[in-house]
């Protein structure tokens, strides 16, 4: 059972996809295809190409960006930069 191109053109909230590029659990291909086939007009791609399985080499940055992420889509708040 996984999501198909069927699922994902209903997919339209806000999409956030970090990805390592060496990841062999999950496949770059895949990651681009779900973000590529997502019908959201919010979409958010971030792709580390030293990056492994969720990008624990990059913690702080993935952290610190699902964290911006978020607070940017906070309902009545508008966050400067």
């Given amino acids: ?42 979409k958010t791609w971030r792709e580390w190409v030293d990056g492994d399985h969720c990008l624990y080499n990059h913690s702080l940055e993935k952290h610190t960006i699902v964290a911006d992420w978020f607070a940017d889509r906070l309902p009545g708040r508008i966050r400067q930069r």
């Fill in 1 to 42: 059972m996984g999501l198909g191109p069927a699922d994902l053109a209903h997919l339209t909230c806000p999409l956030l996809v970090l990805h390592g590029t060496p990841d062999q659990v999950f496949l770059v291909e895949n990651a681009r295809a779900l973000y590529t086939s997502a019908a959201s007009p919010d």
